[in-house]
């Protein structure tokens, strides 16, 4: 194994899929007569009968990560956990590579305007992607007018202005036709990628030797599906026990992951087997196939 960083470990969390089915299972976190309890290896202290988690007033962890999962689908539990705390109402969750999502950007790229206009009337920050889903097409002008480039801008998962404003539907086609009018407001094409090139790159690669050190790469791209993504990815990269990362092609088998356009992952072939690279910012390992 290789592994330079001059950063410290971070344990990552086992999560959902980026975009999460509405039959996905919630998170075991619990919250009951106002108690919270931390999970997912988040030690608690009881005090005076409540259970108060290492990292408080720091949010919880399982339950920011929760709140932004059901913001994608779930009306009914968003609404019992940011009742209860209405400071997630704003809460953010890092999916990996720095993939960061609000409770709100989550809503958004699902075209959710319930659940939008919910978190907003609790506090949430709005964006333009959110303006995007209501069709406040004076907004989106607005903004582009103020910050001329900003409809390239990408917002989780890499999914575009153009995407969030499909996902709004009819009420969004005005601000649709006026993004299309721009031209640059869509994710731009990966390079296309060969299904026997991408087939040869599948399979499970190491760095070290336990279950959390194995990454796998599959060509089920079966998640993606919707009107999203214009381009889709075109491989899954999962670190065991952390969230699925889909893959853009760059050529010559250099990757970036979705929601992370500065992250590079690159195949190589040496005399054994395929090598991956892993460079992001500092961080650089490699991993092997088989």
């Given at each position: ?42 030690r608690t ?71 939008a206009e ?121 670190r065991k ?50």
């Amino acid at each position: 194994m290789i592994l330079e960083s001059k950063l410290s470990r971070r344990s990552l969390l086992q999560v959902a899929s980026i975009i999460l089915p509405a039959s996905a299972a919630s998170f075991s976190t619990s919250l009951l007569g106002g108690k919270a309890m931390a999970e997912g290896g988040e030690r608690t202290a009881a005090i005076d009968g409540n259970s108060v988690s290492d990292s408080y007033p720091a949010q919880a962890t399982e339950l920011v990560r929760e709140v932004v999962t059901v913001a994608h689908f779930d009306w009914k539990r968003l609404k019992e956990l940011v009742d209860l705390r209405p400071s997630l109402a704003v809460a953010a969750w890092d999916w990996g590579f720095g993939d960061r999502e609000t409770a709100l950007g989550a809503a958004s790229h699902m075209g959710n305007r319930a659940i939008a206009e919910y978190l907003l009337s609790k506090g949430a920050q709005p964006t333009i992607f959110s303006a995007t889903i209501f069709g406040q097409l004076d907004v989106v002008k607005a903004f582009v007018a103020a910050q001329p480039g900003i409809q390239r801008i990408r917002g989780p998962h890499s999914i575009s202005l153009l995407g969030h404003a499909r996902m709004g539907g009819a009420v969004a086609k005005p601000v649709l036709e006026f993004l299309q009018s721009l031209g640059d407001a869509d994710l731009e094409a990966a390079v296309p990628l060969p299904e026997a090139e991408g087939a040869a790159l599948t399979g499970t690669y190491t760095f070290g030797r336990s279950i959390a050190q194995q990454i796998e790469v599959n060509a089920d791209m079966r998640m993606y599906g919707g009107p999203a993504y214009t381009h889709p990815p075109q491989l899954n990269w999962t670190r065991k026990g952390t969230q699925t990362r889909g893959l853009f092609h760059l050529g010559g088998h250099e990757f970036y992951p979705n929601g992370a356009s500065s992250v590079r992952i690159r195949f190589t072939q040496d005399a054994n087997a395929v090598v991956m690279t892993v460079t992001d910012g500092d961080v650089v390992f490699t991993a092997r196939k088989g």
